[in-house]
């Protein structure tokens, strides 16, 4: 994802975008190129600080950014990872709690070139490379590593003895890559589970769950898995976790939406298993911070285009993303939904769509400026109309808003279908 014309981040745009050139695939899933670079660089991946792994199909950004609020509440150190970035590329890099500066970045990306040579690898190998550098580099307390993509063969998955793994729900998604059905899918995110590393597994589907449960046990990696061994729910309007050392009464998560409750209970079982008392548990959820997860959009041109509208952005882009939305609609206030969507080629569209049916008055489809692989307005607006949705294309996301302004100035506007279309919204929202 492109990190925008931001002049600040202009010299490690130009070492991004000739970073693109160097493997004609945008997705290639190995390590040996990522092993190679790696050996190159001094083996910066075995001197991370204690690493926490989190993999899964949904929730990983949202897990982890729980995991980091806890942490740092406590005083503690925190690096974090995480893709893709939705303004900046920066986003991708946090070291001890604030992003990478732009003259760190540049000089980690020039380092990575110069290791690599004229060796392909792919944009992503080599920034987690440069990740890992500045991560290696830098004391801290812990390192938080989201997969990027599966797992098993995932640029991530190179620190042989993390302090702890987390797989999140597991749902079908980027087929292409991972497997046709979920027990395929589940052994991928499972790959990132170690030795006698123990392993915190959210709310699966069976299936899955057996997939990830056989590896663990081959690998003798202790398994704290969801009703099982931790529980949560909402209860009266708190979130109410319990495990075997007792009951945590705490508040419901700041990040909107039912399924954030689930997700807070695998940062919280991460945040137990590390020592952390209640207070960091509550900071977790009360204090976390992650963009375009159904994030409320209150200035900006956007906001001034439709002032009396409630404008929304999330970013989900798969069947299970569009549940969670349709769940999170469901437990608003009653208002005319109109809905702003871009999607990209790749996805199962009308799964996505599907659960959003009965919540969206009227859907208009834009295509993702920039993206190649983004789908046509007019086969959105198709896949919408197939569904029973009643819909229209827009050239952009500021014409769709002036068509709803048109219809209904107090709408509840969700604007959705993939963070690609987040990230764009949230730049020129400024």
Not at 18 to 26: D, E, I, Q, T
Not at 64 to 90: D, N, W
Not at 215 to 235: D, K, N, S, T
Not at 339 to 347: A, E, Q, S, W, Y
């Amino acid at each position: 994802m492109p990190s925008g014309s931001d002049p600040v981040a202009q010299g490690s745009d130009r070492i991004l975008a000739r970073m693109m050139l160097l493997h004609p695939k945008v997705i290639d899933l190995t390590l040996e190129r990522m092993h190679r670079l790696l050996a190159a660089l001094g083996h910066p991946e075995a001197r991370l600080p204690p690493v926490i792994h989190i993999a899964g199909t949904n929730g990983k950004g949202s897990t982890q950014a729980m995991i980091r609020a806890g942490l740092e509440a406590g005083g503690a150190k925190v690096h974090a990872y995480t893709s893709p970035h939705l303004a900046r590329f920066h986003e991708r890099i946090r070291l001890v709690g604030a992003l990478i500066s732009e003259p760190a970045l540049t000089a980690l990306l020039d380092e990575c070139v110069a290791a690599n040579g004229p060796d392909a690898i792919t944009f992503f190998e080599i920034t987690t490379a440069a990740a890992l550098l500045a991560f290696a580099r830098v004391p801290a307390d812990f390192t938080l590593l989201e997969v990027g993509l599966g797992g098993r063969l995932d640029a991530t998955n190179v620190v042989e003895r993390p302090a702890l793994t987390i797989i999140t729900p597991v749902s079908i998604d980027h087929q292409q890559y991972l497997g046709e059905t979920l027990p395929e899918i589940a052994g991928e995110k499972a790959g990132i589970i170690k030795r006698g590393v123990p392993v915190i597994v959210g709310p699966q589907a069976p299936e899955g769950l057996e997939v990830i449960e056989a590896r663990a046990a081959r690998l003798g990696a202790p398994v704290l898995a969801f009703g099982q061994h931790w529980h949560v729910a909402e209860e009266r309007g708190r979130l109410v976790y319990q495990d075997e050392t007792g009951l945590l009464d705490l508040p419901l998560p700041n990040l909107p939406g039912p399924h954030q409750v689930q997700n807070a209970g695998a940062a919280i079982a991460a945040l137990r298993h590390l020592g952390r008392d209640e207070a960091a548990c509550a900071a977790a959820v009360s204090r976390a911070v992650w963009p375009a997860r159904m994030q409320r959009l209150r200035h900006g041109p956007l906001v001034e285009a439709v002032p009396e509208a409630e404008i929304w952005l999330d970013g989900g882009h798969n069947p299970a993303g569009g549940a969670a939305l349709a769940a999170t609609l469901a437990r608003m206030p009653a208002r005319e939904t109109h809905l702003i969507c871009g999607m990209l080629n790749t996805k199962d569209v009308q799964g996505y769509m599907r659960p959003l049916a009965d919540h969206a008055a009227h859907l208009w489809a834009v295509e993702i400026e920039g993206e190649a692989n983004t789908l046509s307005a007019r086969a959105t607006c198709a896949a919408a109309q197939g569904l029973g949705i009643a819909a229209s294309e827009a050239e952009s996301v500021a014409g769709a808003l002036a068509g709803i302004r048109a219809r209904n100035p107090r709408a509840r506007v969700l604007i959705c279908g993939s963070l690609y279309l987040a990230g764009r919204v949230l730049r020129e929202n400024g």
